[in-house]
Nanobody
Framework: QVLLVESGGGLVQAGGSLRLSCAASGRTLSSYVMGWFRQAPGKERELIATITWSTGITHYEDHVKGRFTISRDSAKNTISLQMNNLKPEDTAVYYC????????????????WGQGTQVAISS
């Protein structure tokens, strides 16, 4: 079991920035891929970015490239998502996920989830 706890959501104006964090506990993460997803009202949960814990290799979906940055802090067992130049369409609940070996865009295959944190962007 991997326990994930997100923090850092909130309300900001368009063009602003937020930094989300996800603290992981329960298992050694060396075999895991961590990722951030988001889900807007009435929409499917969508992948934002992933990071392979052992190598630090990152992947970004096209809709956030250049604006969002995923990172990890091995000493603190946390991952973060730095979000810049936020847009109203970024409004969603943001979820941290963890999966063994790989993570795809299919949220149904993610092994562990955090509780989510709300991000709201005003225009």
């Amino acid at each position: 079991q991997v326990l994930l706890v997100e923090s850092g959501g909130g309300l900001v104006q368009a063009g602003g920035s937020l930094r989300l964090s996800c603290a992981a506990s329960g298992r050694t993460l060396s075999s895991y891929v961590m990722g951030w997803f988001r889900q807007a009202p009435g929409k499917e949960r969508e992948l934002i970015a992933t990071i392979t814990w052992s190598t630090g290799i990152t992947h970004y979906e096209d809709h956030v490239k250049g604006r969002f940055t995923i990172s990890r802090d091995s000493a603190k067992n946390t991952i973060s998502l730095q979000m810049n130049n936020l847009k109203p369409e970024d409004t969603a609940v943001y979820y941290c996920g963890a999966s063994v070996d790989t993570m795809t865009t299919n949220w149904r295959t993610v092994h562990f989830w955090g509780q989510g944190t709300q991000v709201a962007i005003s225009s």
